[in-house]
């Protein structure tokens, strides 16, 4: 018979934390605490095996569950020294979801499950603590009527504000044992009307419910969005976990809160946290009551004292914890603890989230102490997570006007529109706007909008509150806790002290200070230095993989170079005509009604582009320059619409007709599939010439120059099919580059390869490769084609393939391994098979995705090519695509 | 060192019929009849592989030639008793090309070449005939001018009309030694003024000069465009035939004919042909002269005899030669032969032309004959050729306004707008207009007019005229030698009697009886009887490929049965939806705001397609019938425009903006890539589930009709690109049909397959084809996705990319083998191999291709679907590829 639980606590457990995949993360670490005997109340976990069983099975639980359940009970009772349902001595339960991956707050918890009017009554007798009990059992009413029941949270809120209006009291602790019993009956009335039936009083029919709630939250609406954000498969299902009830709301001498065994903000090497005396874990989370610091020293000067200072000898015993539980993991820790009349209890540990400067400074810290070597600690970092480190921060010489200060809950620097509502944030977002979200509070119900947003200010909660656990994990800079901002949601604004802030002002966000600015404040670039630069310098010895730029312009060469580029991968000639002047001359040369026509427009296009070629070739010098020569159809770069084909006769002096039915001769059915790349090349050769020489004329510009170092040349020719073009095409490049010897004594090095971006280029390679020094892989086109997908018509439909798994992932954002991988993998062997030489590279999107640079490195390719601001990215991504490799 | 020359002539030969690689078509039979014996003037073939080194050495000869030329002449010398350039007994040769296959006049030819002032001399006075050695002279300085030298040929032309104005005369025949000899010094004039240089007198530079020009003529542009249009490689080359002359033209007991061993427009069998007295070849096959009949019983009634009559016993032997050839060859002859007082010489045998319906009386005979077995005639039919004898012919009943008769040069029936330019006639074509091209005569350069024309009318010219043997090649209707028809191209015009008739005008052409037809006469579908009948029933034995049609409208259905199709490949139900009422219902579906308002659209829609099913159903009872749900974006079935929008809303009782907003929420900007296919039977389900209903009710109701009998349903889902998009609908297929069987007790047999047309599909063909019960390869959609190219974009660079051997042939005509047949293959592969009994069709425009059909029976596929017309055409095919196939 399956197991489908698998007990912990008592100083053993039948888990570990290798058990991940079947226990979730939560239960994994419960398991491998209670073995290192650390103080875990006892508990068992409900194997993801068993969702997997419940879901194929039409949401129903095997036969075989209940008796397990049975003894799993018995196995906490007797650890416990209680009983589940006994009035006497009864167990209390909570019950929370833990998946392989975190996914915090996303599904449902119920806790203080056991109690009923009987047991209520037991505890309150043997704690002597009336309040205490009752309490406990309003909450537990008000969370299972929630999350068990369907009934809203609102409405017992509702009830409860309503009750301390009638008592004419202000705060739930100047709420007696009468004043909550009271409630409960108010609650158990609500319940009875909303359901038709009466609250549970069952405690085991209580446990089966909130199972099945918790088991049924893996596919609530806010776990699927999770879900695909984080790319966490549907197929994992969630872990349920069992575990004796304990407190930290039953005096002052409880106390209940998270804690870090490094900071997840700079990577400090001190424990860090915060907690609440008096209360349950959830008002620490929920960020409802601002709480205090773990350590005395620390900033957050008001209010109640630090735990160092109030509890001393907990404190020193959760930082042998802490120091025990790293040291294990050999990674910073995130910790939850409960401290119930003086003792400590340890309710979860897992790896912490981090933001990237911290996971930099923790993992190199680490190596320096010896905890991890180079490897592992290049293992570690997350590639995604460096993008917040690669985007420009404020300029510390540009006058601030602050607003507010709150707490630096994600660091970075961003502006933008004040929002008020996560619809609203996402509905400016997909125009392009810049907005700064502003709300209370977050809660799961906003991670949409907080994707959306460029960063995020609440005027509630602490470091670990939703809104910054989940911006630090996003990269979006957060602001928490900035109480002087008073929020209006109704009137859409915010004031602090006497200005007002309406929706639509620009703010500027600093989340590493915790400063909320009045307007846009320049940026100016980060710097690559400390932590950083060591990581990645451990990064480039391990990686084979060269990462390259997808860069035309100086300024984003200079950025490709500042971030390690070794070389440009693709620069899109094109890019370079659609300047206001030069537009106008590229439109003279379509325009054209014949070749001498457009001959003459194009000697005006020559000293432009070679230009640009001379000022890319300087600051590229010594590294090689992947040239593609002109790539979209022509009619890009015609007017559209009456008004401009108008404006562009009107300039042309030539009839508004004759643009206008040029326009509409060149217009295409499906653009992307038309007379476009070396069809162009081969249709009109005379574009193709004026480049080369551009190219060949800027190279000798810049080598004849004082100092000047040449650039390794490599013209690519785009969307060839077969052999047949690039021959027809390198022939012309070869040509006028003997034209060039001829002009100046000799012509620069260059070699011609193509991009492989057709299905059919990639089945071709073979031949291909007989004259193609290097392939490019285009798989943004490649998966265009190979898909059958439109990337600017995806949209309608490409949300809901990801979602029901046709995709793992949008495969314009994550190479499509089994189909377009397929086809390069295809291409890399035919085309080495007839060249040996041939170097391959890929200059799609994918080139920054990590996954696919993985599925890169597998391949062998020479190297990737991205954009300037993912490089960073990418050389960490294939240290570590290396690494995997290695270990096959 | 290589043989470029084989001498042939004198009873023997180095040459073969089978060496027609080597020698081309001329070269290789002149050989094959010099060894059988028959009176071949002697000579030599110079090789296709002299051609391919010319060429490759940059337009030069081997310098091993001139030694083997020389002796080649020697050769010649010897067995004509004569001497190559001397003055006493000059030997005079003809330089023809002869390529390995037939290019009729798309080369160039040199006579009478030797003649220069001295031999001209000498052979007036050898042959005692100095008008005829000055004429020959005359005639030798003008096609050597032309051909080789460049000099016009009309400036000839010119000079000879103004001396015969002078002269006072009339026809050619009226001039005398003296006043050809006048002519010859003014020719020779000429050349001096155009060249700066004399004409050559040297016989040997003439005769080189005249191999370098045959050889030039394989480049020529009449050349390459007939090799593209008959797919004739450019990498054939030609080969030279230097030959002794005789003469037609010595006199009234010389002639010279073109005989065919059976009459290549009915395929009697009977020797069939013309000829003129005293004349040179290139007069019966330029059409100046109207020849007469071979056999005397014919119908051309006025002039001159038949050769029977005038020459009985030339004509004696030429009917033995003819029946030897015949019998040599086992296949229908085309002979040419000159009679040089009153010797027959044999100048050419070549298999000839002929119509489809003579091709098929010709093999099916040949079979009665005990000449050929059934595979060898089932192999010997061009299966393109089929295609004049499937379209309709003039409705016998139908009144006929004739304007003149011709003769019946090619057969069938067109009706189209009178053209009197080859440049016009592919103008109006082009726009898809259909034109009929009337010519005094035509000329190489017309083939690409001809082409375009639906049909082709000369005033001049024989059976054997360039237009009559193009045409028919062709399968254009075609009558030549109208001589009623009087032209005036530059008035655009032609007359017949009192009626003018002027360009743009309709006409009807009959070539099957030669009527010239006022107006467009109605036609009636052709009958499949005959030896048509036996063919195809010899092919049907042999064939293992299933042939079925793509078709959805009864008429269409019907069509399709009758020409033998075994199903329905193809059913496209969306052509089902353009109706005009229905598009109203079906643009309320998609202007519908929400579900709800899809389904009640859907609902109206129900019952129609539901009634096109039945129809479909009952006509192609007991075959598969394979229906494609909804394939194309909806925004295809929206109005543009914003008339049409205006309409639209106005129909619908919604506002203008509301309509217009929806069309451009739908516009896409590649939709060919868009969201469309089976990507719209998952985003909208409500449209498949009415389509499944319908197919299964209207096969229900087939069923339950008296006598009904079940086809066999196969719905088909377009556009996936793996397996899980066929598994979500084909479980959607699958509970309307649960559905369908709890309403009426069972549900109609049936499989769901798919279509595999984007390159991804192809290569997840094996996890499709756990789900699929069918594949169809959609070639079409393969193509544009596998090529990146869109059918409908492709125009503007696709000619020169056939054309410049990127492909052999557009890929959207013959499948291109290399790209998406591998495709093609591998999914054949992987789908067989993870689901054996997996069924495999192809239903793009490729299953009506002989070409590709060879490609399909190579990958082992079960069936090919096509257009209804092409049936016959893809029967043939098949059987032919089997043949292919079993030889290997």
Not at 134 to 139: E, Q
Not at 527 to 535: K, P, S
Not at 699 to 728: Q, S, T
Request: include cysteine.
């Amino acid at each position: 018979m399956t197991q489908w639980l698998y007990n912990f606590g008592g100083g053993t457990a039948e888990g570990s934390a290798a058990m991940r995949d079947l226990l979730g993360g939560k239960g994994a670490n419960l398991a491998e605490m209670a073995v290192l005997g650390l103080p875990v109340p006892p508990g068992f976990t409900v194997s993801t095996e068993l969702c997997a069983a419940y879901y194929s099975d039409g949401k129903k639980f095997p036969e075989s569950l209940s008796a397990q359940v049975e003894s799993g009970i018995k196995h906490i009772e007797a650890v416990a020294s209680a009983k589940f349902g006994d009035p006497d001595n009864p167990l209390l339960v909570s019950v929370r979801s833990g998946s392989r991956a975190s996914m915090p707050g996303m599904m449902d918890t119920v806790l203080n499950l056991g109690l009923n009017d009987d047991t209520a009554a037991g505890l309150a007798k043997r704690t002597g603590d009336a309040r205490f009990a009752y309490d406990s059992y309003r909450r537990f009413i008000q969370m299972y009527g929630d999350v068990v029941l369907g009934v809203g949270h609102h409405e017992f809120e509702d009830l409860l504000e309503r009750a301390k209006e009638g008592l004419g009291i202000q705060l739930d602790t100047e709420m007696s044992a009468d004043d909550w019993r009271g409630l409960i009956e108010q609650y158990k009335v609500l319940v009875q009307a909303r359901l038709k039936a009466p609250f549970p009083q069952d405690v085991s029919e209580q446990l089966w419910g909130a199972m099945r709630a918790v088991f049924d939250s893996w596919m609530n609406d806010r776990a699927v969005t999770y879900r695909r954000l984080y790319d966490i498969p549907e197929s994992w299902g969630t872990a349920v976990n069992i575990q004796a009830m304990v407190f930290g709301n039953m005096g002052e001498d409880c106390a209940t809160g998270v804690a870090f065994t490094r900071n997840p903000s700079s990577g400090d090497n001190q424990i860090y946290g915060e907690y609440l005396i008096n209360a349950q874990g959830e008002d620490v989370v929920a960020g409802i009551r601002t709480p205090q610091s773990l350590v005395a020293n620390s900033d957050d000067g008001a209010g109640e004292p630090a735990l160092e200072t109030a509890m001393p000898k907990i404190f020193a015993e959760l930082g042998g914890i802490s120091r025990r539980l790293e040291g294990h993991y050999r990674d910073m820790q995130d910790i939850e603890f409960t401290v119930q009349k003086g003792k400590l209890w340890m309710l979860q540990t897992r790896s912490g989230k981090r933001t990237a400067a911290a996971a930099l400074k923790i993992a190199t810290d680490m190596v320096a102490e010896g905890v991890l070597n180079e490897a592992a600690a290049v293992a570690r970092i997350e590639p995604e997570a460096l993008e917040q480190m690669l985007h420009p921060r404020l300029d510390p010489g540009a006058p601030r006007n602050i607003l507010a200060h709150g707490l630096p809950a994600s660091p970075g620097a961003a502006a933008g529109q004040v929002v008020f509502s996560s619809e609203r944030a996402e509905d400016l977002a997909a125009k392009g706007e810049a907005v700064i979200l502003v709300r209370p509070e977050t809660s799961p119900e906003d991670i949409h909008g907080m994707h959306a947003a460029e960063a995020v200010l609440t005027s509630r909660g602490g470091m670990t509150s939703h809104a910054a656990v989940v911006a630090r994990g996003m990269g979006r800079p957060c602001i928490t806790g900035a109480l002087d901002v008073r929020i209006d949601l109704a009137a859409k604004k915010f004031t602090v002290g006497d200005t007002t802030i309406v929706e639509g002002d620009i703010i500027t966000i600093d989340g590493t200070r915790g400063e909320v600015l009045a307007g846009k404040i320049p940026t100016i670039e980060p710097e690559m230095t400390g932590a950083f630069a060591t990581l990645m310098g451990w990064a480039d010895k391990i990686r084979r993989l060269k990462v390259r730029a997808n860069a035309e312009t100086p300024a984003d060469a200079a950025t490709a170079r500042k971030f390690g580029a070794e070389g440009i991968g693709l620069c899109r000639t094109e890019h370079m005509f659609f300047d206001e002047m030069r537009i106008v001359v590229m439109r003279e040369m379509i325009l054209a009604d014949d070749e001498v026509g457009r001959r003459t427009a194009l000697a005006k296009l020559l000293p432009m582009q070679r230009q640009d070629f001379v000022e890319l070739f300087r600051i590229m010098a010594g590294l090689p320059v992947t040239i593609r020569l002109l790539d979209p159809p022509l009619h890009e770069f015609l007017p559209h619409g009456e008004a401009e084909i108008r404006d562009v006769a009107k300039a042309a002096g030539v009839k508004y007709e004759a643009v206008a039915s040029r326009v509409a001769l060149l217009r295409e059915n499906n653009p992307m599939l038309g007379h476009r790349g070396c069809r162009l090349g081969i249709s009109h050769p005379e574009i193709y010439e004026m480049q080369a020489r551009a190219i060949f004329e800027a190279a000798i510009e810049v080598e004849k120059a004082e100092g000047g170092e040449a650039v390794e040349l490599e013209i690519m020719i785009p969307l060839v099919m077969g052999g047949k073009e690039l021959r027809i095409l390198k022939d012309l490049v070869d040509s006028v580059a003997a034209e060039i010897a001829d002009a100046h004594g000799k012509a620069p090095e260059y070699s011609v390869g193509t991009m492989i971006e057709l299905p059919r280029a990639a089945l071709r390679a073979g031949d291909i490769a007989k004259t193609a020094a290097f392939f490019s892989f285009g798989t943004n086109d490649l998966t265009q084609t190979a898909l059958g997908i439109s990337r600017d018509d995806a949209a309608s439909f490409m949300e809901s393939y990801v979602r029901q798994g046709m995709f793992a992932q949008d495969p314009f954002t994550s190479l499509d391994q089994e189909g377009v991988g397929e086809l390069i993998e295809t291409a890399c062997r035919r085309g080495r098979e007839s060249s040996p030489d041939l170097k391959l590279g890929i200059c799609g999107e994918h080139g920054g995705d990590p996954a696919s640079i993985h599925f890169f490195e597998k391949c062998g390719l020479n190297y990737v090519s991205c954009s300037p601001y993912r490089i960073p990215i990418a050389r960490l991504a294939a240290a570590q695509a290396k690494l995997r490799q290695s270990k096959q």
